[in-house]
């Protein structure tokens, strides 16, 4: 949403059945694909600024803010999210963590 110029949906945590949560999913996927791959790519040298806990924001160039501060947010969540589960004896591995990987022939 914030490289893409627009507003960034705020769901509330309010799930409490499985059913909720694929709901939630479900809305955050389609906002995701509402919003244009050339809005996003404008973004990357747009000023982003969002919010840095309650009382502070943060500014920084569109491109830095996905490299350096989006992506290894989501890594981070997406990592302790798996790990969660592996310790509470889902039975999932790495191949679940990492999907589907492409094969690449040797040169």
């Not at 996003?40 to 309650?54: L, Y």
């Not at 920084?60 to 302790?80: E, I, Q, R, S, V």
Request: aromatic residues 12%; without cysteine.
């Amino acid at each position: 949403g914030r490289l893409g110029g627009g507003e960034v949906p705020k769901f509330e945590d309010s799930e409490t059945t499985f059913d909720d949560i694929k709901a939630r999913i479900k809305k955050t996927v389609d906002y995701i694909t509402s919003v244009s791959a050339r809005d996003v790519d404008a973004g990357a040298n747009r000023e982003i600024v969002f919010p840095m806990g309650p009382n502070a924001k943060m500014k920084m160039k569109g491109d830095d803010y996905l490299l350096h501060y989006a992506l290894p947010n989501f890594y981070f969540h997406l990592t302790t999210a798996y790990d969660l589960l592996r310790f509470n004896g889902v039975d999932i591995g790495k191949r679940d963590f990492m999907g589907s990987v492409p094969r690449i022939s040797p040169a």
